[in-house]
């Protein structure tokens, strides 16, 4: 029997006059560029981790540990750019939080989606999700990597005595990984999360599971609010139809939150 085909979403692509849609004298327009170019990173990002979560199940063990390694390197990055996507969200929503209150008017959906996102990317109070989670995993071993924590946690398990360093080195290079480090990032994550060993696993899944949920809604906001914008009859030259094929894994998600949705 072959394989089912996989599915297809129908898709238009929008050719539109760039100087009527984004003029430079347009206050707004670099700031909903700046948006743009970070709910693209976002979506990528995302799209990277549903599918490298379908690729472990046939791996042997050494293969499993690099995958593991890149699993969490991909949702240190989601966590980063969810963070970058903040700073240009508040640009635009701080000074007009009109744009999105009407891109969601009469949408209850849509309205807890906003509500979901102006919460996690608030400035106060300070223990929201972007200033207590995100800005800590960014800058210290997401986008950069911070001298400080890494010392500290280095520290703390030689004194304790409970890790030892790991590799694995593939004689092909681009196949190898320093699984040491990946041990040392989840330790500093530990400490972010300030989790106990027993729940760190529960809390490393919440932090994702809200990484992911408020990157969704960052997405549809967006694209309430610009859409609109972009399809508007006297600004487009051209729209052409056509398909996007929706990889195995990210219809799976897609199920899943459906059916925990009805649950």
């Excluded at 046939?58 to 949702?75: Q, T, Y």
């Amino acid at each position: 029997m072959s394989e089912r085909a996989p599915e297809q979403s129908p898709a238009r692509r929008i050719t539109f006059r760039l100087s009527d849609v984004f003029p430079t004298e347009e206050p707004l327009s670099i700031p909903l560029l700046r948006l743009m170019m970070a709910v693209n990173d976002v979506r990528h990002i995302q799209k990277l981790i549903l599918l490298r979560s379908e690729t472990d199940q046939d791996a042997n063990e050494f293969e499993r540990i690099s995958l593991n390694g890149e699993l969490f390197h991909l949702k240190r990055l989601l966590w980063g750019h969810l963070y970058e996507a903040g700073t240009a969200f508040r640009a635009i929503d701080g000074p007009h939080p009109e744009l999105a209150d009407t891109a969601v008017q009469g949408e209850w959906e849509h309205q807890e989606a906003l509500h979901r996102l102006r919460e996690a990317y608030s400035s106060d109070p300070p223990g929201a999700f972007h200033h207590s989670f995100l800005n800590k995993v960014r800058n210290q071993f997401g986008f950069h990597y911070e001298d400080a924590p890494l010392r500290t946690k280095l520290q703390s398990c030689i004194e304790q005595g409970n890790l030892d360093g790991t590799a694995i080195v593939a004689e092909f290079s681009g196949l190898s990984r320093y699984s040491v480090a990946d041990h040392l990032s989840i330790g500093m994550l530990q400490d972010v999360l300030a989790a106990e060993l027993n729940n760190l696993h529960v809390k490393f899944s919440e932090a994702v599971g809200k990484a992911l949920a408020l990157a969704g809604a960052l997405g549809d906001i967006v694209d309430l609010m610009l859409l609109p914008l972009l399809e508007r009859s006297t600004n487009i030259i051209k729209i052409e139809e056509g398909t996007i094929c929706i990889p195995k894994g990210i219809m799976k998600a897609g199920c899943d939150q459906n059916q925990d949705a009805e649950a």
